[in-house]
């Protein structure tokens, strides 16, 4: 099983979002007890609430709206300034990653003073996250959630049984990505029973940092420095 280098790269770099991305959901998740980056389970509790007792136990609904039209928002964004799903290394990747790391570190400053705005934040964050969601080589490299994950595996799985083609990149990619996010969700809850909120500025400074270390990597590349 053969993975050529440069798909090796941008795995790694799927592996490191999906890592950040679960370890920031833990956190608050552990935190305020509303996730970031995939809102399902968050939506149908608050339905749940509804049907029982016609009002929310749950997440307060000011904070349920934050989370899905911050979501909302920060997907558009992805639209409006990398324009295409397709993977492209001439596309501001670097930059981006940066205003995810960004916004994190401004989610976790207000974190104190309004819940609600804190929640957005980070939403708008995970939202411009998820729609990065590239194809390369035929697979959606997904890093906020592992259901898609899951079902990409799920379906290479059957193809194999029917005795099909299947290349390694198409097992490798969705089960490195699975594995990466489960590592992250640990960490975060690790982290989170520390330092508490204090985890939340972590991956914010780390997606800073690896937004930047891309950028300017990908400038000397550019100028034939590597």
Same mark, same amino acid.
């Given at each position: 099983m053969r993975i050529e280098p440069r798909a090796a790269w941008v795995l790694a770099g799927g592996c490191a979002l999906a890592f950040l991305a679960a370890a920031l959901n833990v956190g608050f998740l552990m935190e305020l007890g509303t996730s970031v980056s995939h809102l399902t389970g968050d939506l149908s509790r608050f339905a749940e609430d509804l049907a029982r007792s016609g009002a929310p136990r749950g997440a307060p609904i000011g904070r349920l709206a934050a989370a899905l039209l911050g979501f909302v928002g920060g997907a558009m964004l992805s639209g409006l300034f990398i324009h295409h799903?397709?993977?492209?290394?001439?596309? +501001?990747? @670097?930059?981006?990653?940066?205003?995810?790391? &960004?916004? *994190?570190?401004?989610?976790?400053? /207000?974190?104190?003073?309004? $819940?609600?705005?804190? %929640?957005?934040?980070? =939403?708008?964050?995970? @939202?411009?996250?998820? &729609?990065?969601?590239?194809? !390369?080589?035929?697979? %959606?490299?997904?890093?906020? !959630? $592992?259901?898609? *994950?899951?079902?990409?595996?799920? $379906?290479?799985?059957?193809?194999?049984?029917?005795?099909?083609? /299947? &290349?390694?990149?198409?097992?490798? =990619? +969705?089960?490195?990505?699975?594995? &990466?996010?489960?590592?992250?969700? /640990?960490? @975060? =809850? /690790?982290?989170a029973l520390t330092v508490g909120r204090h985890a939340i500025a972590a991956v914010g400074v780390a997606y800073v940092a690896g937004g930047l270390g891309w950028t300017v990597m990908k400038r000397r590349i550019a100028r034939g420095g590597v």
């Open positions: 799903r397709a993977l492209e290394l001439s596309r +501001p990747y @670097g930059r981006s990653v940066t205003a995810i790391g &960004a916004l *994190l570190l401004a989610s976790w400053a /207000v974190i104190d003073v309004d $819940v609600t705005v804190a %929640i957005g934040l980070a =939403a708008i964050a995970c @939202g411009f996250q998820n &729609a990065l969601a590239t194809h !390369h080589r035929g697979v %959606i490299l997904r890093t906020t !959630h $592992v259901t898609g *994950l899951l079902t990409d595996l799920g $379906v290479t799985a059957g193809m194999a049984l029917r005795k099909r083609h /299947v &290349a390694a990149w198409a097992w490798v =990619a +969705p089960l490195g990505l699975t594995i &990466a996010f489960f590592l992250g969700a /640990v960490a @975060g =809850a /690790v982290a």
